[in-house]
């Protein structure tokens, strides 16, 4: 008479291997889902159409700079935030208002908007700008009207002054 004593199913080695790898996908995908709620890198936009549309204006832009012949230099003193800018170019009238942007290539939070006021109708302009992360940065220069535009790229770490010009 043959004896053997059957192991119930939780104690064979086959039905573990074989419930490992679904358990596996499993603990992977909740991982992946959980990495990607966290980490949004905010660089798609929803409607791609309308900014490849805003992308042609943004050109039409900088061929109106180019064509008033505008480039600006720009100075920042790191210890008392003043950042001060001289327009050169044709232009037909003087902003009383510019608004610099600096834009980090890959973090959207970190963007800042610098608004800078004409000193006394000429074309230098003066404003305030507190540190920024350390790191490259594009910076865009337009009027109120956006009727034009200046961009550069600078290292704010390194850099105390710059030029920005039409793409």
Do not use: C
Not at 30 to 53: C, E, N, P, Q, R
Not at 58 to 75: D, H, P, W
Not at 134 to 162: C, F, M, T, Y
């Amino acid at each position: 008479m043959n004896t053997q004593t059957i192991q119930p199913w939780y104690r064979q080695f086959w039905p573990w291997f074989l419930i490992a790898f679904p358990a596996t996908a499993v603990v992977a995908g909740i991982a992946t889902i959980i990495i990607a709620v966290k980490s949004d890198d905010g660089l798609v936009d929803d409607d791609y159409y309308k900014a490849g549309l805003a992308i042609n204006r943004t050109l039409e832009r900088s061929q109106v700079a180019s064509q008033l012949g505008l480039n600006a230099r720009v100075r920042w003193d790191q210890h008392t935030g003043s950042l001060t800018l001289n327009l050169q170019g044709k232009l037909t009238s003087i902003p009383a208002r510019l608004d610099m942007t600096f834009l980090h290539p890959t973090r959207a939070h970190l963007d800042k908007k610098i608004k800078l006021y004409s000193v006394s109708g000429k074309s230098s302009y003066t404003g305030r700008m507190e540190l920024i992360e350390s790191g490259s940065w594009h910076v865009i220069l337009e009027p109120e009207d956006k009727s034009w535009r200046l961009k550069g790229r600078i290292n704010q770490a390194q850099q105390a002054s710059w030029v920005l010009q039409p793409e």
